[in-house]
Nanobody
Framework: VQLQASGGGLVQAGGSLRLACAAS????????MAWFRQAPGKERDFVAA????????RYADSVKGRFTISRVDAKNTVYLQMASLEPEDTAVYYC???????????????????WGQGTLVTVSS
């Protein structure tokens, strides 16, 4: 499956942004999806994940209550709605897909089989 992330940009602190990740190739509904992010000079960190059924979610503590992951299988797209953005949210955001997924492994990058190219989110103070 090929993943294409979009929606990044420059936003002021306190603002909102919605990222989208469009999938092509194999059956999108067969994959659990996630978002990770990587700030300059730092490792790639888990942000949010959503099971292929859409019934199970996982969030990093730093984004709980501010970010929401969702999917529309008819559009082969997963979204990340981000609100109350903080300068610390500045990073390149990557979407990822996993054919075999467990909520217990959702936080690990190694659990995902496919990755998008990333979209840059910059939050100004």
């Amino acid at each position: 499956v090929q993943l294409q992330a979009s929606g990044g940009g420059l936003v002021q602190a306190g603002g909102s942004l919605r990222l989208a990740c469009a999938a092509s190739g194999r059956t999108f509904s067969s994959y659990s999806m996630a978002w990770f992010r990587q700030a300059p000079g730092k490792e790639r960190d888990f942000v949010a994940a959503l099971s292929r059924s859409g019934t199970t979610t996982r969030y990093a503590d730093s984004v709980k209550g501010r970010f929401t992951i969702s999917r529309v299988d008819a559009k082969n797209t997963v979204y990340l709605q981000m609100a109350s953005l903080e300068p610390e949210d500045t990073a390149v955001y990557y979407c990822a897909a996993a054919a075999s997924w467990s909520p217990f492994s959702a936080y690990r990058a190694s659990a995902y089989d496919y990755w998008g190219q990333g979209t840059l989110v910059t939050v100004s103070s």
